[in-house]
């Protein structure tokens, strides 16, 4: 008997849409974006914050990381170099040499 009563009242209240316009919704939201901007513009620059220090780590530790490259890098350069002279300085001599006793048979 309820059900049958409760079409009737639902006749008799306005629909919400009669009720709320557009520029009540538009405030509303505009209400809310203005309570949260705020709070949201706090939890952004913690964030971006975060972030940037997260970042510095990582190239910090990239920096590093390339930095030892380039000196074992240096150093195997420095060798491979002290290599080839001496290399070459026993190329001349013989060389030397090599005319040398060209000329004396």
Same mark, same amino acid.
């Given at each position: 008997?309820?059900?049958?009563?409760?079409?009737?009242?639902?006749?008799?209240?306005?629909?919400?849409?009669?009720?709320?316009?557009?520029?009540?919704?538009?405030?509303? !939201? $505009? /209400?809310?974006?203005?309570? =949260?901007?705020? &709070?949201?513009?706090?939890?952004?620059?913690?964030? @971006?914050?975060?972030?940037?220090?997260?970042?510095?780590? !990582? $190239? /910090?530790?990239?920096?590093? =990381?390339?930095? &030892?490259?380039?000196?074992?890098?240096?150093?195997? @350069?420095?060798?491979?170099?002290?290599?080839q002279g001496r290399q070459v300085s026993r190329l001349i001599a013989f060389g030397g040499l090599t005319g040398i006793f060209s000329q004396l048979w």
């Amino acid at each position: 008997e309820t059900n049958k009563k409760l079409p009737h009242v639902m006749s008799m209240l306005p629909r919400a849409k009669d009720v709320i316009t557009e520029d009540d919704v538009s405030a509303w !939201v $505009l /209400a809310a974006v203005r309570a =949260a901007t705020p &709070h949201m513009f706090s939890e952004t620059r913690d964030l @971006m914050l975060f972030a940037m220090r997260e970042h510095q780590k !990582v $190239l /910090a530790e990239q920096t590093l =990381a390339m930095m &030892h490259t380039m000196e074992a890098q240096s150093v195997a @350069m420095q060798r491979t170099i002290a290599k080839q002279g001496r290399q070459v300085s026993r190329l001349i001599a013989f060389g030397g040499l090599t005319g040398i006793f060209s000329q004396l048979w």
